[in-house]
């Protein structure tokens, strides 16, 4: 049985099946590609391009609403329902989406999904028995190499059986063929690139890492391979620099092909090729490269290698634990060492540190004793060095003692390498350098730098060494899972999900930004020369990097005595969205006050910071700049509205400023930066929800009427992609700006055209009542739908008993959330009202999250950590439990719900004058 082979992980034959319909996809585009050329040419080695569909959301979207227990018929039948409204879906991914659902079904056979990807392809006129026999035996064969030949050959037999015409010497024919062709496939290795630094200031560890590589390759491949496939790497000389590494990209990816490369050694290449390597949907897999901006290099960007940012954390943290107060600084002008100058700096001070002296050097200067003499004219308590090759760095140390300075040096792996302490001899003695170290008791860590060095003679840089090495064994188990080289999604996808344990550490895995999870620091200080051998690489370890609770609790009462926190707030308090923004305002004001009055954060109040973004882009851009460059805030809550939001974000995120909204839904946000957050929910989810209802709903002709704003065009613009994706037509549309109060011409026009509904999506509360009135005042008698705006209470007392029957879609608090129930209980004792309940919440729980990522860095000037504690925070509030952020900054974890408004006599505070019919009905 498929299943029960699926569940023998660790062996040579795991997760078969899996391994087998991914594999089946991709020999079935390479299939359907002969075809169109004439279905005689040779299979080519590169699959056409297939308009991307996510495989995984469209199973889930089929199979939500279904019963359990289907038959296969069922599932495929659903399957392909939920593909029809795709747009150029390609008879390979077809197939892909019904195996894929299938896998997830107990009980399926290989037999059976092997059927099933016969009739699959059957469905496609062109697709000749040899095709299907093709696709079926290249995929076992390939993903499943403990199958016999009569195994794949039985599952041919069964799917081509019920294929109308075929004689049973059609079969064996088209077995036998499909056999060879499968045997010549396998014969083809795995080809991927390698980057890494061969010549330049990186030299040292970019040699280190091909040849760690390389011996790792050989390793795999002497065991057999992968899925009986050799892997071949292909190595080009990054140099150290963006633009070389760029010449590297190219030659690897447009001469050879290659769709995943390793490397590169410098964060300068990794940073010059990772938006190349992103547009083109190429993995960069570094074990090397350390600046902390390429955990924002994007989705097909991993490391192995610890960014640097928690590296200057750990080093600020160790210097001002060692009582150093006052710091120099010397730093190569490079990428790498620039970020590791930088962060640790930010701790150092953070802490409470001062910065009294600092130098940089290019690559290629040999004499830095001038640049010494003025830092230590400073009398540092200690220098810091942050070096990009090896050579610098050691003679850095070494010109330093010979100048006389004899307080304590710190620094990062480079400084420790073989080179760096030859050179600097016994000078070296002492000094202090913050890295990962391999353990000396994780055997496979150490059985590599035996294997290492029995083959090259010598082992430095073991922590880079044993990184490269894991990754090329990474590499492969993604490799094994997809069954092609060409698939960067399908390797993408196995990076986010795996967990590995290898020469760098134990059970680490990868986070939402490709960044490395389960590895720490550790603080090593070099042992005089006559204490160095092979076997300790020239230091002793000394124990874990301190954490920054530690390294600040040394700061005594430091942090105490300091201010507030000083937040940013940016909400319509005027203007077109002026209801709910006074709720934000407000709601946010009620959280402080109860932060506060529960002793603050660390001791310390929160202050908010107010200023009105009138709901349009340039007045945000106002309000920014004043909070930015006047108060000097680092941290926003806002804005309301969307326009606000697009308006003031690309200054926020070139500047490093967090912007955080409970309101603000329009689709283009998610694209804003890396420093843009949002509880509230997408319009491009609001849109698919509100055109799912409406066609549900049975709605054909639909006509819209929409403010001129960018949050109600959002709503229009998803709202109508979707309904019309479902088969709906548009039949009229109307704009309005927001100073206009008649509505009657507009509607005339849109109720002339016959529509089974209109559509109102509007900016503020006084506009989408007086329209749900209007038309029924001009005799309309249809369905009505819309978002919250209009069913706000300062809407719905406008429309009065009009807005019976009306249906919006929206997120909305759930009456069994405590929270929830009492947030609004102590906002009507406070405020004497609620409304737009949903925004308050969000405005309420935004504040608390804010707070909990203050008490986490301690600095209301952290930009960059309170993005980090935002990237991986999860909460629970008045909005739901157990939500989260993704890598775009969108809320995860909370969805719309359908409510339609209640008759005027029923309507009271408790119910917000509506009831709520159930979630929003999927596709």
């Known amino acids: 049985m498929w299943t029960a082979r699926r569940q023998i992980e660790g062996e040579d034959i795991m997760k078969t099946r899996s391994m087998f319909i991914m594999s089946a996809l991709l020999t079935t585009i390479v299939l359907i590609a002969a075809m169109a050329c004439g279905g005689t040419q040779e299979t080519p080695q590169v699959p056409p391009t297939a308009t991307p569909i996510n495989v995984s959301a469209i199973i889930q979207e089929a199979l939500q609403a279904q019963p359990q227990g289907m038959t296969p018929e069922q599932v495929s039948q659903a399957v392909q329902s939920a593909l029809a409204a795709q747009p150029g879906v390609t008879e390979a991914q077809v197939a892909d989406a019904i195996a894929k659902a299938l896998a997830a079904q107990p009980g399926i056979t290989e037999a059976q999904v092997a059927d099933s990807i016969a009739k699959a392809l059957a469905e496609r006129p062109d697709v000749t028995e040899q095709d299907v026999a093709d696709a079926i035996a290249g995929a076992l064969r390939q993903q499943t190499p403990g199958l016999t030949e009569a195994e794949v050959s039985e599952a041919i037999t069964k799917a081509l059986s019920d294929r109308p015409g075929v004689t049973q010497g059609d079969i064996e024919k088209a077995v036998e063929s499909a056999m060879m062709r499968a045997a010549e496939e396998a014969a083809r ?55 070389d590494s760029i010449t590297a990209y190219r030659k690897l990816t447009d001469v050879d092909g290659v769709k995943i490369i390793l490397g590169t050694s410098c964060s300068g290449a990794m940073l010059g090729a990772a938006p190349l390597a992103e547009e083109d949907g190429v993995i960069l897999f570094s074990g090397l490269a350390t600046n902390p901006d390429i955990a924002n290099a994007g989705d097909y960007i991993f490391r192995t290698s610890m960014s640097d940012a928690q590296l200057g954390v750990d080093t600020g943290n160790t210097v001002w634990a060692d009582g150093v107060r006052t710091l120099a600084t010397i730093t190569e002008a490079t990428d790498y060492a620039e970020g590791v100058r930088r962060t640790s700096v930010e701790q150092f001070e953070k802490l409470g540190g001062e910065v009294v002296g600092a130098e940089r050097y290019a690559s290629d200067v040999t004499d830095f004793r001038s640049q010494l003499t003025k830092l230590l004219n400073e009398n540092p308590d200690g220098l810091h060095i942050a070096a990009q090759s090896e050579f610098t760095g050691g003679t850095i140390v070494k010109q330093a003692r010979e100048l006389g300075y004899d307080g304590p040096i710190y620094g990062e792996v480079v400084v420790i390498g073989t080179t760096a302490l030859e050179i600097a001899g016994d000078a070296a003695t002492g000094v202090k350098a913050i890295t990962a170290d391999l353990d000396p008791a994780n055997s496979t860590a150490q059985d590599v730098l035996k294997r290492f060095r029995a083959r090259y003679d010598y082992v430095t840089l073991p922590w880079y060494l044993g990184s490269a090495y894991d990754d090329v064994y990474i590499a492969a188990e993604c490799l094994k899972r997809t069954g092609d080289d060409q698939d960067a999604d399908g390797f993408r996808d196995c990076m986010y999900g795996i967990t590995w344990s290898g020469a760098i550490g134990s059970d680490y895995s990868f986070d939402a930004m490709g960044e490395v999870v389960g ?68 709601a946010k004001q009620m959280a402080v006050d109860e932060i506060n009055a529960a002793g603050g954060i660390n001791g310390r109040m929160l202050e908010l910071i107010v200023e009105d973004e009138k709901c349009n882009a340039q007045d945000s851009i106002t309000a920014y700049k004043k909070l930015t460059d006047v108060d000097g805030v680092k941290i926003i809550l806002g804005t309301s509205c969307s326009g606000a939001m697009l308006g003031a974000a690309p200054l926020a995120e070139e500047d490093g400023v967090i912007m955080f909204s409970g309101l603000a839904t329009n689709p283009d946000i998610a694209d804003a930066g890396d420093y843009i957050f949002r509880t509230s929910l997408n319009d491009a989810q609001l849109g698919i929800d509100t055109g799912n209802l409406l066609s549900s709903d049975g709605i054909m002709r639909l006509v819209t009427i929409t403010e001129a704003t960018d949050y109600a065009e959002g709503v229009r613009r998803t709202t109508v992609a979707q309904f019309e994706q479902l088969g709906g037509e548009v039949v009229g549309a109307e704009r309005y700006a927001s100073d206009v109060t008649d509505f009657r011409s507009q509607l005339t026009k849109l109720i002339g055209e016959n529509p089974d509904a209109i559509h109102i999506a509007s900016q503020s509360e006084f506009t989408g009542g007086t329209i749900v009135k209007q038309v029924r005042e001009l005799g309309y008698e249809g369905p009505l739908y819309s978002e919250i705006v209009p069913v706000g209470t300062t809407a719905l007392e406008i429309a009065g008993d009009a807005a019976t029957g009306l249906k919006a879609v929206l997120t909305d608090l759930d009456p069994a959330n405590m929270t929830a129930s009492r947030v609004l209980t102590d906002f009507r004792a406070r405020y004497g009202y609620v409304t737009l309940a949903w925004y308050l919440g969000s405005a309420y729980d935004d504040v608390y999250i804010t707070a909990e990522c203050l008490k986490q860095t301690g600095d209301d000037q952290d930009a960059d950590g309170f993005r980090d504690c935002m990237y991986g925070i999860t909460w629970s509030g008045a909005i739901g439990d157990n939500y989260s952020f993704d890598e775009k900054g969108e809320v995860v974890g909370l969805a719309n719900v359908v409510v339609e408004v209640l008759p005027l006599s029923e309507r009271n505070e408790e119910n917000q004058g509506y009831r709520v019919l159930g979630p929003a009905p999927m596709q």
């Open 189 to 243: 290795p795995f080809r991927i690139g390698v980057m890494e630094s061969v010549t330049g200031p990186g030299e040292t560890y970019g040699n280190v890492a091909v040849q760690a590589k390389q011996m790792a390759v050989e390793e795999i491949n002497a065991a057999g391979g992968v899925n009986g496939r050799k892997i071949e790497l292909i190595v080009e000389d990054s140099k150290c620099n963006a633009q």
């Open 519 to 586: 590895l720490a620091n550790v603080v090593v200080e070099v042992l005089p020369t006559s204490e160095r051998t092979e076997s300790n690489q020239g230091y002793r370890v000394l124990g874990a990097a301190p954490t920054s609770d530690a390294a600040m609790a040394m700061t005594g009462d430091m942090m105490m005595d300091k201010g507030p926190f000083r937040i940013g707030v940016m909400e319509s308090v005027t203007g077109p969205g002026e209801t709910y923004g006074r709720v934000a305002v407000q």
